[in-house]
Antibody, heavy 127, light 107 residues
Framework: QVQLVESGGGVVQPGRSLRLSCAAS????????MHWVRQAPGKGLEWVAH????????YYADSVRGRFTISRDNSKNTLDLQVNSLRPEDTAVYYC????????????????????WGQGTLVTVSS | DIQMTQSPSSLSASVGDRVTITCRAS??????LNWYQQKPGRAPELLIY???SLQSGVPSRFSGSGSGTDFTLTITNLQPEDSATYFC?????????FGGGTKVGIK
């Protein structure tokens, strides 16, 4: 069965960095686009970043562009999110999630929902 | 960016009731509208995709409808285990934004 397990969260001071990871299993990781979505305490869902199945394209929310970097290692079935210059408003549970369908043409946006999510990892930015 | 507006933000209904949640997109998103259910302390789960297609394992009391910019999630015969927060999301383009959520409680 599909499993996504996030790790790397913790308490960090403003301006510092963290590297979040997501270990995937139970599906052909290299065939699916992956996403990071976050949820601030008591708030709604905010999409953060998206990487194509082969890493060729990456998309970011305006709120994190230039500070966060999404990457993947298809040989290790892992997805990462490097989060730099952290701010208090980045405090959230960070989820990794996979697209429901495989990406057919990289040049086209894959209009797929997110069918499996990890359990999340909590990042707290506080001095 | 496409904005997704959900209403109501919360509701309370009795077991057996029919519940309707609406989601409006700020521009047309064709049929690329998805619904997620999130229970406290848990990750979101995909409920419905492409407006009306039920994800595997989702009970048939859940249904979706709509087109263009206006969409609806309906729960018929509400059950205690349906107490959760429901989010709509478009997957038409990037960024794939979410609605603000609707918290469904049981009276």
């Amino acid at each position: 069965q599909v499993q996504l397990v996030e790790s790397g969260g913790g308490v960090v001071q403003p301006g510092r960095s963290l590297r979040l990871s997501c270990a995937a299993s139970g599906f052909t990781f290299s065939s699916y686009d992956m996403h990071w979505v976050r949820q601030a305490p008591g708030k709604g869902l905010e999409w953060v970043a998206h990487i194509l199945y082969d890493g060729s394209y990456k998309y970011y929310a305006d709120s994190v562009r230039g500070r966060f970097t999404i990457s993947r290692d298809n040989s290790k079935n892992t997805l990462d999110l490097q989060v730099n210059s952290l701010r208090p408003e980045d405090t959230a549970v960070y989820y990794c999630a996979k697209d429901r369908t495989m990406h057919i043409r990289p040049i086209d946006y894959n209009r797929a929902p997110l069918d499996f999510w990890g359990q999340g990892t909590l990042v707290t930015v506080s001095s | 960016d496409i904005q997704m507006t959900q209403s109501p933000s919360s509701l309370s209904a009795s077991v057996g009731d029919r519940v309707t949640i609406t989601c409006r997109a700020s521009q047309t998103i064709d049929n690329y509208l998805n619904w997620y259910q999130q229970k406290p302390g848990r990750a979101p789960e995909l409920l419905i995709y492409s407006v009306s297609s039920l994800q595997s394992g989702v009970p048939s009391r859940f249904s979706g409808s709509g087109s263009g910019t206006d969409f609806t999630l309906t729960i018929t015969n509400l059950q205690p285990e349906d107490s959760a927060t429901y989010f709509c999301q478009h997957s038409y383009t990037t960024p794939p934004t979410f609605g603000g959520g609707t918290k469904v409680g049981i009276k």
